[in-house]
Nanobody
Framework: QVQLVESGGGLVQPGGSLRLSCAAS????????IGWFRQAPGKEREGISC????????YYADSVKGRFSSTRDNARNTVYLEMDSLKSEDTAVYYC???????????????????WGRGTQVTVSS
């Protein structure tokens, strides 16, 4: 069964950090670019990051640039999103998604992703 499962979400104070994981099963992430998206209540889904497959080239939305970092461990079939200096406006459900190509490309936000996880809640609050 093909699955992406996010984990690592939770409640954190402003200025704190979290690391999200996106674990794949039923397929290998070697041939997929991985995007991270988030959706806050009442807002549209926002693409925040993408990491390419072979060389790990990363892209970030301006809203998270310099605070978030995406890495991947293809041997573990897992991608990570390190989130630092968290703000209340980062509160959202976070999703990872797999795109069946090696490179994110400049259109990574609007590409049609092949697999999606079910999301993990991140709440930033004091």
């Amino acid at each position: 069964q093909v699955q992406l499962v996010e984990s690592g979400g939770g409640l954190v104070q402003p200025g704190g950090s979290l690391r999200l994981s996106c674990a794949a099963s039923g397929f290998t992430l070697d041939y997929y670019a991985i995007g991270w998206f988030r959706q806050a209540p009442g807002k549209e889904r926002e693409g925040i990051s993408c990491i390419s497959s072979r060389d790990g080239t990363t892209y970030y939305a301006d809203s998270v640039k310099g605070r978030f970092s995406s890495t991947r461990d293809n041997a573990r079939n897992t991608v990570y999103l390190e989130m630092d200096s968290l703000k209340s406006e980062d509160t959202a459900v976070y999703y990872c998604a797999a795109l069946v190509r090696l490179w994110c490309g400049t259109n990574w936000r609007t590409s049609v992703y092949d697999y999606w996880g079910r999301g993990t809640q991140v709440t930033v609050s004091s």
